[in-house]
């Protein structure tokens, strides 16, 4: 999977968790302006939290090392399928990647021409004060909009007392930036638009912006009564969905009135809004679980089968263009001791503070593989599968050596596994305390046909 892909992927799961999380805990308080700062945070949050790495500070964690563990046995292998079946994978991939890019570039063109066309009428429109508010005058009946600093209206269309009221309203998306929100909202779906829960999220702040506004009219000393009336009298709609502006009548007035008459809630009901710290916390975990496997120093020392040994995780994604997908996971690193002092053997670590490195990273390392695996004929035509498991290691100099297979499946596949290690480049080699170092893998294979490929079922 490319890095877009699982780039995109984290931010959707982290948009479907908040949503979850929102409607759970905060979908009926009355603390609009937290709930307007826990929205934002929601979306900015979701962009960033895939490109932090905590892998630092999770080095010192030796509690986590259990999680690591677990996630070790559920990427431990490599799944290697024959080359003519994956062809129409690939082609299917690409073009949902096109289509994918095609919708959000046609909704980014949307919002450019929305964006032209709010300019286009605040240039065509004349400028007047009404009640110490500048406002732009619409020369058709209209609601009353604002963008930014624009503020639009058709004042004919209403009596004095009700235009105090609904630029009072107008003031407020104004003076507090409320159209930051809602160009945010815009963006996050148009990079998600797949996912439903972007939308939904852009619905609630759109919901909120109005229920902040709404509240400055109440706490203006306007009665409850006649604004609500107000809002119910006006004929005048817009689609809140597909426009940029925050619109005075805007539609759901039905919620928008609720949330008026709701009882404020309880001061002490702030302290759940700390319950977005452990979210946050669960999430930068999921992100940088690759980087917490790739560092850990938990040493198993109880298990008499691993002989002073230390059991590690390391997963790393590829997306073979002709392989279908297949998890890179060289899951157990094994650390031997000097059989003796006298010999002087060169040690043999688990996990250093620099992990080696395949020549060019983990692109070539991709491009590597796809191009010398081969999941060889004869055993495809006798239906042979299964998980070959090899050793090796990554001396001090990059070389690769003591290849052994582990569990074999049968010699054909072993033989293809082994193959692959020998013809691998030399390495980067790891680094402890800033000396080049041994690094012993064991790397399993899994080999599995297809339906209809080969005899196998």
Same mark, same amino acid.
């Given at each position: 999977m490319s890095q877009e892909a699982i780039y995109l992927l984290k931010v959707n799961v982290a948009l479907v968790l908040f949503y979850a999380f929102y409607r759970l805990f905060f979908y009926k308080d009355t603390f609009f302006v937290w709930r307007?700062?826990?929205?934002?945070?929601? &979306?900015?949050?979701?962009?960033?939290?895939p490109l932090l790495n905590i892998q630092e500070w999770i080095r010192e964690q030796e509690p986590i090392n259990g999680i690591i563990l677990t996630y070790s046995d559920i990427w431990s292998d490599i799944t290697v399928t024959p080359?003519?079946?994956?062809? +129409? /994978?690939?082609?299917?991939? #690409?073009?949902?990647?096109? $289509?994918?890019?095609?919708?959000?570039?046609? &909704?980014?063109?949307?919002?450019?021409?929305?964006?032209?066309?709010?300019?286009?009428l605040a240039w065509r429109s004349r400028r007047a004060v009404i009640g110490g508010t500048n406002v732009y005058l619409l020369d058709k009946p209209s609601g009353a909009f604002s963008f930014f600093r624009f503020i639009f209206l058709y004042p004919d269309a209403h009596r004095e007392g009700e235009v105090d009221k609904i630029l009072t309203h107008e003031r407020t998306h104004a003076s507090e930036w409320h159209s930051i929100d809602v160009v945010i909202s815009e963006w996050m779906c148009?990079? $998600? +638009?797949?996912?439903?829960?972007? +939308?939904?999220?852009?619905?609630?702040?759109?919901?909120?912006?109005?229920?902040?506004? @709404?509240?400055?009219?109440?706490?203006?000393?306007? @009665?409850?009564k006649s604004y609500q009336y107000l809002l119910l009298g006006l004929t005048h709609s817009h689609k809140a969905a597909a426009n940029l502006y925050n619109n005075f009548n805007v539609s759901h007035l039905k919620k928008?009135?609720?949330?008026?008459?709701?009882?404020?809630?309880?001061?002490?009901?702030?302290v759940k809004y700390l319950l977005f710290l452990p979210l946050t916390a669960a999430l930068m975990l999921f992100s940088n679980m690759d980087a917490i496997a790739h560092v850990t120093k938990k040493v198993v020392a109880d298990d008499p089968s691993l002989?002073?040994?230390?059991?590690?995780a390391e997963k790393?994604?590829?997306?073979?263009?002709?392989? #279908?997908?297949?998890?890179?996971n060289p899951a157990t690193l094994v650390a031997e001791k000097p059989d003796a002092p006298q010999e002087k053997k060169k040690t043999v670590y688990a996990v250093v503070? #620099?992990?080696? /490195?395949?020549?060019?990273?983990? @692109?070539?390392?991709?491009?590597?593989?796809? #191009?010398?695996?081969?999941?060889?004929?004869?055993? /495809?035509?006798?239906?042979? /599968?299964?998980?070959?498991?090899?050793?090796?290691?990554?001396? @001090?100099d990059g070389r690769i050596s003591d290849i052994e297979v582990t569990r074999g499946v049968d010699p054909l596949l072993d033989a293809e596994a082994v193959r692959l290690i020998e013809s691998m480049p030399k390495w980067t080699p790891g680094k402890q305390r800033g000396k080049d170092v041994c690094v012993k893998y064991n790397l399993p294979i899994m080999f599995r046909l297809q339906q209809g490929t080969g005899d196998a079922k």
């Open positions: 307007r700062s826990l929205l934002l945070a929601f &979306l900015g949050l979701a962009v960033v939290y080359t003519e079946s994956a062809g +129409w /994978q690939s082609l299917v991939l #690409t073009v949902a990647a096109g $289509c994918y890019r095609t919708v959000a570039a046609l &909704l980014a063109l949307r919002f450019v021409v929305q964006l032209g066309r709010i300019f286009h148009i990079l $998600c +638009w797949m996912n439903p829960f972007a +939308w939904l999220l852009k619905r609630e702040m759109r919901y909120n912006l109005e229920y902040l506004a @709404d509240n400055t009219v109440l706490r203006s000393g306007y @009665d409850s928008r009135i609720s949330m008026m008459n709701t009882t404020r809630s309880h001061a002490i009901g702030k002989n002073p040994a230390v059991l590690v790393v994604v590829i997306n073979f263009s002709s392989h #279908t997908f297949i998890s890179f503070e #620099t992990m080696p /490195q395949f020549p060019g990273g983990t @692109d070539a390392l991709m491009k590597f593989v796809n #191009t010398n695996l081969r999941y060889p004929k004869e055993a /495809q035509e006798k239906g042979i /599968q299964g998980r070959v498991i090899l050793t090796f290691v990554i001396n @001090d």
